[in-house]
């Protein structure tokens, strides 16, 4: 009796499933912990960022593995860990810079430094390219779990503009990945 893998054409990519996360989930956080050890984090704050970043990275090499191999997938995995979990911290770096009078405020909650990057690194190389994108899904992460689980951004007045930004910041760093995907 055949199997799934024998059933496949000889052409198809092995895919990863969405559902895989839950399993993959113990080892993200294993692996969140080792990042947060790594640069000297303890904040519970930082720690849920950057295992949120993890997750959508990891769900971006589930959505890669539907236009490049596994192998490719999950080299741009173990490229990106470390400018993802960057992108979790960036705007969070106000509060050194600026003090916590002039926390969240949208140069650093938004998507500008993303856009820099993109221009100045992201077409460089391929390699540059990935890492930056690594970058923008850390940042995105950020973003979009504020527009969740809401902070007030500075100002902007009112909640529903606050989301707005954050959501469409969150975008905005997210849609370069549409365009093309790694291919080695
Ligand atoms: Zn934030």
Redesign the pocket.
Same mark, same amino acid.
């Given at each position: 009796m055949k199997n799934d893998s024998d059933k496949r054409e000889p052409h198809q990519k092995p895919k990863l499933r969405l559902w895989y996360v839950v399993f993959v989930l113990p080892l993200l956080w294993a692996l969140n912990q080792s990042l947060l050890r790594l640069f000297g984090e303890e904040s519970p704050?930082r720690a849920e $960022?950057s295992l949120i970043g993890l997750i959508l990275l990891t769900l971006y090499t589930i959505f890669l593995t539907r236009r490049v191999n596994l192998q490719v997938a999950l080299r741009f995995f173990g490229l990106a860990v470390i400018p993802c979990y960057i992108g979790t911290v960036l705007?969070?770096l106000d509060i050194s810079l600026l003090g916590i009078g002039g926390?969240?405020n949208p140069v650093? $909650?938004g998507c500008f430094a993303y856009i820099g990057l993109w221009f100045v690194l992201g077409r460089r190389s391929r390699l540059a390219n990935q890492l930056v994108r690594g970058f923008g899904i850390g940042l995105a992460s950020?973003?979009l779990?504020?527009t969740w689980d809401y902070?007030d951004v500075r100002w902007i007045a009112g909640g529903t503009k606050d989301r707005l930004w954050l959501i469409t910041n969150g975008i905005i760093c997210l849609a370069p990945l549409r365009a093309s995907a790694p291919t080695d």
């Amino acid at each position: 009796m055949k199997n799934d893998s024998d059933k496949r054409e000889p052409h198809q990519k092995p895919k990863l499933r969405l559902w895989y996360v839950v399993f993959v989930l113990p080892l993200l956080w294993a692996l969140n912990q080792s990042l947060l050890r790594l640069f000297g984090e303890e904040s519970p704050y930082r720690a849920e $960022h950057s295992l949120i970043g993890l997750i959508l990275l990891t769900l971006y090499t589930i959505f890669l593995t539907r236009r490049v191999n596994l192998q490719v997938a999950l080299r741009f995995f173990g490229l990106a860990v470390i400018p993802c979990y960057i992108g979790t911290v960036l705007p969070d770096l106000d509060i050194s810079l600026l003090g916590i009078g002039g926390h969240r405020n949208p140069v650093f $909650h938004g998507c500008f430094a993303y856009i820099g990057l993109w221009f100045v690194l992201g077409r460089r190389s391929r390699l540059a390219n990935q890492l930056v994108r690594g970058f923008g899904i850390g940042l995105a992460s950020h973003l979009l779990w504020d527009t969740w689980d809401y902070g007030d951004v500075r100002w902007i007045a009112g909640g529903t503009k606050d989301r707005l930004w954050l959501i469409t910041n969150g975008i905005i760093c997210l849609a370069p990945l549409r365009a093309s995907a790694p291919t080695d």
